[in-house]
């Protein structure tokens, strides 16, 4: 796993090239800690750049910019290309000669065989490459298909920049950006930028499974290698007609192999286990195809409705792995808050961030790569909210506005701490969590008009990001398109769609590969093989949802390597109890952000929507602490940037 960094169109100064690549590659040493290259040609101003960590061929064989065999293409990857030794047996049949054994010769010999998008098509991995091609003077950038591996480029002029990380490009002396008001109003929606956006005008995230190509003087020209879109209409076209054991055997073949595929490294290897379902699975699987007991690592809070370690535990006990677990308490959030924009980079809210970091520090003490368990949600109907906002369009969306209106009021009418009492009359076996949090977007469903407005209200923080946002217009992207509710006419499996290819790898994969690499971690995520995607894409809904089981077929899967009864609970989540420590320990510091004299001089947000946004938070009238947790963010990372100008490395601890 590394950083990538380069320019194309820069001019002739070599030492220019070479002092900017080394700048903007230097950004980002947090994600190669143990080399880094540079490769010019200034002739044509290009220059590539990459810092390593090396996971397999540690030797000086594996490092990068590598240019091919034949001297035609040079390459800066990140990534791994976990079936890149049986392409290297297939490549070897042919003639190809090969030096060392990492990966990225394999991906340049595979190039040189067979083109650059049958090669794509042949990769198994997470992946993030630019690629130069010295015959036809042309730069190409691609981004794996569901988009773990991040990628960001900017344009100004003739002068082309791109990087792993957006404090690469700002490393860049060439390039002065501004603030995007309009991507800044879609973060306050999301809580993160979504794709193709960036906070910076001018810069934009490349969209996964896509390929950019770009000449001196030409705009690049992107063009899609792997469109989720398509690939689910083609799998609901030619849906699985096999019983539930065959899906089920099928299914734990595919993810076998996605697991063993991903143990493949020449360093220490271990496995994220939360104690849920899809961790749950990897770390089984991971149990059952190694010849020693798995590492796992699991981190908890002492609050016990955030605290899923004891599960983990569990879970970890019964597989016999080695297991360690960290409890941590807000003087741990304390300390690593104020530093999380300099971690994700770009104005990032996912609450989660912080145990997502703790439990990544934590564990690269003892391995450099590790499996997580992201995406099984997504891909198995496993959120609770799907199933909130579909009996919402089932039982409510018939009624009249009024009634509607005047239910979610009813519930809206108590706080929302009357809620968490009146839930612990239940079982505590069965009992929710955070049933107020829940109760109160179960009220907003309620208010709106369809179900795709249900579906983008679950994922809304501010619901007028244009009032909130000063000269802000909030693009309407894809979760906005009215032709999708035609094309995928299951509104369960449409807000599955929806968030595969929005908060995925918006979110998820953003937040876990931020985590990961501020400690030089890699992240490892089997459940998101593509081939493993496009076959759940094409299982009937039922072996999904079947009455009250959500994640159905991956239940019956892991029931076979853990009892039933360690998994069988109320979904938790994973987050932190942010709104308790800012009212807490932390509001100082965040009233130091949310200042009004603050807000008023900046221009950015309505210094009075924020203050009683505040006020409520501290008063308990309203505790929805994520539309807040936006707004500090972004506060913090404004603050951050001014660090990332002066081309410093990011320091973790």
Request: hydrophobic content about 40%; some cysteine.
């Amino acid at each position: 796993m590394c950083g990538i960094a380069g320019i194309l169109n820069g001019g002739g100064e070599a030492d220019w090239l070479a002092k900017n690549v080394q700048n903007m590659t230097s950004s980002q040493a947090h994600r190669g800690p143990d080399a880094d290259g540079v490769w010019v040609e200034p002739e044509v101003g290009i220059a590539l750049g990459h810092r390593r960590l090396a996971i397999i061929d540690l030797s000086s064989a594996g490092a990068q910019p590598m240019r091919s065999a034949s001297g035609r293409y040079v390459i800066s990857y990140n990534g791994e290309i976990y079936n890149f030794r049986d392409l290297r047996k297939e490549l070897q049949k042919t003639g190809a000669a090969f030096h060392g054994g990492s990966d990225t010769e394999v991906i340049l010999a595979s190039i040189e065989a067979w083109g650059l998008e049958v090669a794509l098509g042949r990769f198994i991995g997470m992946f993030a490459f630019a690629i130069w091609d010295t015959a036809e003077r042309e730069l190409h950038l691609v981004r794996d298909r569901l988009g773990i591996k991040p990628l960001y480029w900017a344009l100004e002029g003739a002068l082309f920049i791109f990087g792993s990380e957006l404090k690469a490009l700002t490393a860049c002396d060439r390039w002065s950006p501004e603030i995007d008001r309009n991507a800044l109003a879609a973060f306050t929606r999301w809580n993160y930028v979504p794709s193709p956006h960036c906070i910076y005008r001018g810069a934009s995230k490349l969209a996964p499974g896509t390929i950019l190509s770009v000449k001196s003087g030409e705009n690049p020209r992107i063009k899609s290698f792997w469109d989720f879109r398509k690939v689910s209409q083609q799998a609901m076209a030619q849906p699985f007609d096999g019983s539930d054991d065959e899906a089920a055997t099928e299914l734990e073949s595919l993810l076998r192999d996605a697991v063993q595929q991903r143990l493949v490294a020449d360093v220490p290897l271990g496995a994220f286990l939360s104690g849920g379902i899809d961790s749950s699975l990897v770390v089984a699987l991971m149990q059952a195809e190694g010849t020693r007991a798995a590492r796992t690592f699991s981190i908890g809070f002492h609050e016990a409705e955030y605290n899923e370690a004891r599960h983990a535990r569990s879970v970890a006990d019964h597989l016999g792995t080695d297991h360690t677990e960290l409890y941590v308490g807000f003087n741990e959030a304390l300390a690593v808050i104020p530093d999380l924009p300099r971690y994700y980079d770009e104005p990032f809210a996912d609450s989660s961030q912080i145990p997502t970091y703790l439990v990544s520090r934590m564990t690269r003490k003892h391995v450099t790569v590790a499996l997580s368990g992201d995406g099984g949600d997504e891909l198995f109907a496993g959120y609770t909210r799907y199933h909130w906002a579909e009996m919402v369009r089932r039982r409510f969306l018939g009624l009249p506005s009024g009634i509607r209106h005047g239910l979610a009021g009813l519930i809206d009418l108590p706080p929302r701490n009357f809620w968490e009492q009146a839930a612990r009359l239940m079982p505590a076996g069965r009992r929710p969590h955070r049933v107020g949090e829940r109760a109160s977007k179960f009220a907003s469903f309620l208010r709106e008009p369809d179900a795709d407005a249900i579906y983008r209200r679950q994922h809304t923080h501010w619901a007028d990001p244009d009032a909130l946002v000063i000269g802000g217009h909030e693009p309407q992207d894809l979760p906005f398109d009215e032709s999708l509710s035609s094309e995928i006419p299951d509104f369960v499996q449409r807000m599955q769609f929806m968030d595969t290819v929005t908060y995925l790898p918006d979110d998820i994969l953003t937040k876990v590969d931020r985590a990961s690499m501020a400690v030089s971690l890699e992240a490892r995520v089997p459940l998101i093989d593509h081939r493993v995607v496009e076959f759940v894409w094409r299982l009937p809904q039922n072996m999904k949802v079947r009455g009250s089981s959500d994640k159905w077929l991956l239940r019956k899967i892991l029931h076979r390597h853990v009892p039933r009864e360690i998994m069988e609970r109320p979904k938790m989540g994973f987050g932190a109890p942010v709104g308790k420590w800012l009212r807490g320990p932390l509001r100082d510091w965040a009233e130091s952000l949310l200042s009004r004299q603050r807000i008023e001089e900046a221009g950015f947000f309505d210094p009075d929507i924020v203050q009683t946004a505040w006020d409520g938070l501290l008063s308990g009238r309203n505790t929805a602490q994520e539309p807040l947790w936006g707004i500090l963010m972004f506060e913090a990372w404004r603050d951050a940037q001014s660090s990332w100008s002066n081309n410093s490395p990011l320091q973790v601890g």
